[in-house]
C-alpha cells in the first residue's frame, strides 16, 4: 500500500496544532496524526540485529562472580539488551534473554513466577536446576524448559562454573500485566521426583491411557543434547537441505505436537560445511545460540561472524542468511507459538 493515510501523515497547520494542543489536556488526540505510526504497512521491528560473543561475555560473567553470589543475587544473571533498547530487559519486543553463571558450591533459591523460561546449557561438569520436584542435571546444549509458576532453584554440586542462557518471555507477560511471583518457603525445594522422572515418563512415545496434557507446555522438562544432536544429524542425511535454513527442525511437545512451550517456539538447524544460505524473513524476532561450527549471518545489513556459544538476534521481518564455513548447528528461539496461536505469523523465503 502507499500514498494513502496509512503511510502518509497530514500536515500540521497552526490552527490544527492548537486544536491538537487543547485535545491534549483533555487526553484526547487525533488519529490521523499518529495512525502511520501505529498501523503499519509492515512489521516495526522492535530492536536491532546484534550478536554477543561468549569469549567476550564469559570473562564478564565471571568478573560478576568474583562481585555477587548467586545467593544475594538471587539470579546471577548479564541481560542481553536490545542495543536499541538499552534499559528494557528485552532483546525482542517479547523475549527477554541472559547469560547465567552458578559457581561451584552455590545455590540460586527457589522461586516461581509467571514468566516462563528456558535454558540453553553452555558450559558445565554437572550441576543441576530444579523444576517442579524434579532436578535435572545439565549438560552443554541441553534445552530445558521451566514452565509458567512451577518452582525452579539451581545448584552447582561440581567443580566446576555452569553457564547457560535464559530466554524468558517477560516482555510479552509484562506487557499483558499478568506478572506474578514468590519465593519458596525454603531455599531449594525438596526433590519429589528421580532424576530423569520427566523424560523417562514422557519421552518415550507412551503415555497414560488418560493423559490430559496441561495446556501448552511439554511434561518432558529437558531435550539432552545427545539425542537432539542425533536426531538432527540423522534426519540431515535423509532430508533435502532447505536453501535458507539448511536442515531445520522443531523441539515438541511429545503430548500435543506442539511447541514445548506456550509463548516460545524452539529449533535446531544444522548448516552444513560451505552452507551459502539465501535470505528468509519471518514475523517472529528470533534468538540464535550458536552450538557449534562457524559462520557468519547477514541480518539486515549488518553482517555477524560468528562461533560456538555466541548468542544473535534477528528483529521481526528482517531478512537474515547464514553461511557456514564448517558444519554448524544453531538453537534458536522466538514467539513463534503466540505468533500462530492467534494466526498472524507470516514467513517468506527470500530470493
Ligand atoms: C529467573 O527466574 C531466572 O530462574 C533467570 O534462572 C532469569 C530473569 C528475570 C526474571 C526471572 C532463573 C530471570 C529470572
Not at 12 to 39: H, S
Not at 49 to 54: H, K, Q, V
Not at 218 to 246: E, Y
Amino acid at each position: 500500500m502507499s500514498n494513502s493515510a496509512l503511510d502518509v501523515k497530514p500536515e500540521i497547520t497552526p490552527k490544527r496544532q492548537e486544536f491538537y494542543d487543547r485535545l491534549g489536556k483533555k487526553a484526547a488526540a487525533p488519529l490521523w496524526e499518529v495512525l502511520a505510526d501505529i498501523v503499519t504497512v509492515k512489521p516495526k521491528p522492535v530492536g536491532v540485529p546484534a550478536l554477543w560473543r561468549f569469549d567476550e561475555m564469559r570473562p564478564l560473567l565471571m568478573e560478576a562472580g568474583s562481585l555477587i553470589t548467586a545467593h544475594e543475587a538471587e539470579r546471577r544473571v548479564l541481560i542481553l539488551e536490545n542495543p536499541a533498547m538499552p534499559g528494557k530487559s528485552q532483546i525482542t519486543g517479547t523475549l527477554y534473554a541472559g547469560l547465567q553463571l552458578v559457581l561451584p558450591g552455590e545455590v540460586a533459591p527457589s522461586h516461581r513466577h509467571t514468566p516462563s523460561a528456558l535454558r540453553f546449557v553452555l558450559e558445565s561438569e554437572g550441576g543441576y536446576t530444579a523444576v517442579d520436584g524434579e532436578r535435572i542435571v545439565m549438560r552443554p546444549g541441553d534445552f530445558i524448559v521451566t514452565p509458567a509458576w512451577t518452582y525452579h532453584d539451581h545448584g552447582n554440586d561440581s567443580n566446576a562454573p555452569i553457564i547457560w542462557l535464559d530466554v524468558l518471555d517477560l516482555p510479552l507477560i509484562n506487557q499483558l500485566a499478568v506478572g506474578f511471583a514468590e519465593h519458596h518457603p525454603q531455599e531449594t525445594q525438596p526433590v519429589t521426583l528421580p532424576e530423569g522422572d520427566s523424560l523417562a515418563r514422557f519421552g518415550s512415545g507412551l503415555f497414560p491411557v488418560d493423559y490430559k496434557p496441561a495446556h501448552g507446555t511439554t511434561p518432558v522438562r529437558c531435550f539432552p543434547w545427545d539425542r537432539s544432536r542425533k536426531a538432527l544429524l540423522d534426519t540431515a542425511r535423509s532430508t533435502p537441505v532447505n536453501r535458507c535454513h539448511g536442515v531445520k527442525m522443531r523441539y515438541e511437545n511429545p503430548a500435543t505436537g506442539g511447541f514445548p512451550m506456550a509463548t516460545i517456539g524452539t529449533f535446531l538447524q544444522m548448516l552444513p560445511a560451505n552452507f551459502s544460505g539465501a535470505p528468509y524473513r519471518s514475523t517472529d524476532a528470533t534468538v540464535f545460540c550458536v552450538k557449534e561450527g562457524r559462520g557468519k549471518s547477514k541480518i539486515g545489513n549488518d553482517v555477524f561472524s560468528w562461533g560456538p556459544r555466541d548468542i544473535f538476534v534477528v528483529p521481526s521481518w528482517t531478512p537474515v542468511q547464514h553461511e557456514a564455513s564448517e558444519q554448524s548447528i544453531l538453537f534458536s528461539a522466538s514467539d513463534r507459538p503466540v505468533q500462530q496461536a492467534l494466526r498472524l505469523w507470516r514467513e517468506e523465503e527470500m530470493s
